[in-house]
């Protein structure tokens, strides 16, 4: 099988198991697999700006942007309190960075926001199950 080949075969096969983890998954899940999405991009971002394929940087990058844009949307400010608004601030400060970095090629500003997606994405993993299955319950 050729490069091309092998590449699409693997981007199709992506597709599906990304739209299978999806359809299966709950709210804390779903919000695992966007952060996760979220850091592969930067990833990506990164690597393409050492490799200095400018295009692929700027398409990768402006996947994290709107992947955080959309965690940054699920936000319930008015239920989420304190925590949902230092969330949403940082989320925005994210995204200027991001920008930031797509503006000057710097890996140092991808490398501050993965870091701080990576410490939102512990926190998540560390809810405790019961929480996860009744979120209400937290807040009562």
Known sequence: MSYPATQN???HYSQVDTYTG???????????????????NIAVARG????????AK????????SIVNG?????DLEVGGELAENLDSLYDYMVRRLLDANLH???SI???????????????????PEVR????AANS
């Open 71 to 75: 965690l940054r949307g699920s936000l």
């Open 133 to 136: 299955a009744n979120p209400a």
């Open 22 to 40: 999806v359809t299966g998954a709950d709210s804390h899940r779903l919000v695992l697999m966007l952060l996760n999405g979220a850091l592969s």
């Open 9 to 11: 075969a693997a981007n």
């Open 105 to 107: 090629g710097d890996t």
């Open 48 to 55: 393409s700006i050492e490799r200095g394929d400018i295009p």
């Open 58 to 65: 700027g398409e990768a990058i402006g996947h994290a942007i």
């Open 110 to 128: 991808l490398e501050e926001v993965s870091g701080l997606l990576h410490e939102i994405k512990e926190g998540w993993m560390a809810i405790p």
